[in-house]
């Protein structure tokens, strides 16, 4: 069956360092992949989207990387400050169309 | 330019009763796409809909739950005799086309509680 892993497990990273998180996947073919942020209480909000004839994608601070071979997305932000502290969602597009299969998510966390 | 509007923000209801949930979407976009959050879990999508029109249901339990968007109005997700396992958060996201590439805009969510 599909599925979509990220690490469960919180990411806890020193201000001023780079974050690396991970979202695999199986039994997919997506044409996109997106990545969202989830902070306590509230609605996901879209962050960058890739294709799958993309490798890189660059947005401030943000870099995407997907390889569809190994069929792995990274997602990094670099120089992390307190306020990236969140939840971050990797999510794939189904059938090629725009309904979502989403990851579990991970949740970072940035110390001063 | 409002995003996208979700009410209730917060619903209690009691076992048996009915949850009424009405999603806005952003000015333009007429692609509503529903998601459900348990605690402690991911967003597992509902059903995805046009004016007038359901898409794909494929995600929605088959008993209780019905969804709709109509030609005026909001787009409502209706659960009937709500259960304490319907407990969860509720997201609407709208999106201006149905096809692959396009990011979803969310509202705020409607958390349900059902005692």
């Known amino acids: 069956s599909q599925k979509i892993e990220q690490n469960s497990e919180a990411l806890n990273i020193q201000e001023g360092k780079t974050a690396t998180l991970t979202c695999n996947y199986t039994n997919y073919s997506p044409a996109y992949l997106q990545w969202y942020r989830q902070d306590p209480g509230r609605g996901p909000v879209f962050l960058l989207l890739i294709r799958e004839n993309e490798k890189e994608k660059r947005k401030e601070r943000l870099k995407v990387t997907f390889d569809t071979t190994l069929k792995q997305s990274l997602f990094h932000i670099t120089a992390s400050q307190p306020a990236d502290s969140a939840t971050y969602l990797c999510?794939?597009?189904?059938?090629?169309?725009?309904?979502?299969?989403f990851g579990g998510g991970t949740r970072l966390m940035v110390k001063p | 330019n409002a995003g996208v509007m979700q009410n209730p923000r917060h619903l209690v209801r009691r076992r048996g009763q009915e949850a009424r949930l009405r999603c806005s979407p952003m000015k333009g976009h007429s692609h509503v796409y529903w998601y459900r959050q348990l605690p402690e879990e991911g967003l597992k999508f509902m059903v995805y809909?046009?004016?007038?029109?359901?898409?794909?249901e494929s995600g929605m339990p088959k008993e209780r739950f019905s969804a709709e968007f109509p030609k005026e109005g909001p787009s409502i997700l209706r659960i009937q005799q709500v259960v304490r396992g319907d407990s969860a958060a509720y997201f609407c996201?709208?999106?201006?086309?149905?096809?692959?590439?396009?990011?979803?805009?969310f509202g705020p969510g409607t958390r349900l509680t059902v005692t």
């Open positions: 999510a794939l597009d189904r059938n090629a169309g725009n309904m979502l299969t």
């Open positions: 809909l046009q004016k007038e029109n359901i898409i794909d």
């Open positions: 996201a709208s999106s201006p086309s149905g096809t692959g590439g396009y990011e979803q805009y």
